[in-house]
């Protein structure tokens, strides 16, 4: 299993978080050709994306083939304050899963 990361930044400003997520993922569709073998490449993508601060969901996403490689996530939310965590935390449609932890500027 390959390492997949979760880059991202949240800033808080008038009671009101601004998330921005990265993350990184090959997204394959299921429907593209290997150049080489001519064989489709097995569908590899982020099925669900869970954010989570000061003890609540905050945002989940639900994703499918369509979604292109790496990710990209932003978000506005109430509820958490600077130095805050926002626990980030994704799965994908082989059992494959990442977290990680933003803290609120």
Same mark, same amino acid.
Request: glycine residues 10%; hydrophobic residues 35%.
């Given at each position: 299993?390959?390492?997949?990361?979760?880059?991202?930044? *949240?800033? /808080?400003? !008038?009671?009101?978080?601004?998330?921005?997520?990265?993350? &990184?993922?090959?997204?394959? +569709?299921?429907?593209?050709?290997?150049?080489?073998?001519?064989?489709?490449? +097995? @569908?590899? #993508?982020? /099925? $669900? %994306?869970?954010?989570? *601060? *000061?003890?609540?969901?905050?945002?989940? *996403?639900?994703?499918? @083939? @369509?979604?292109?490689? !790496?990710? #990209?996530?932003? #978000?506005?939310?109430?509820?958490?304050?600077?130095?805050? /965590?926002?626990? %980030?935390?994704? &799965?994908? !449609?082989?059992? $494959? &899963?990442?977290?990680? /932890?933003? %803290?609120?500027?």
């Amino acid at each position: 299993m390959k390492k997949r990361g979760i880059r991202g930044k *949240a800033k /808080e400003k !008038n009671g009101i978080v601004i998330a921005k997520i990265l993350m &990184s993922h090959p997204m394959e +569709p299921g429907t593209r050709k290997d150049k080489k073998t001519g064989k489709l490449v +097995p @569908a590899h #993508f982020v /099925e $669900e %994306v869970t954010c989570k *601060a *000061a003890g609540k969901t905050v945002y989940t *996403a639900y994703f499918g @083939a @369509a979604i292109s490689k !790496n990710p #990209f996530l932003s #978000f506005k939310f109430r509820g958490a304050v600077k130095g805050d /965590e926002i626990a %980030v935390v994704w &799965s994908d !449609n082989k059992g $494959e &899963s990442g977290k990680s /932890e933003i %803290v609120i500027k």
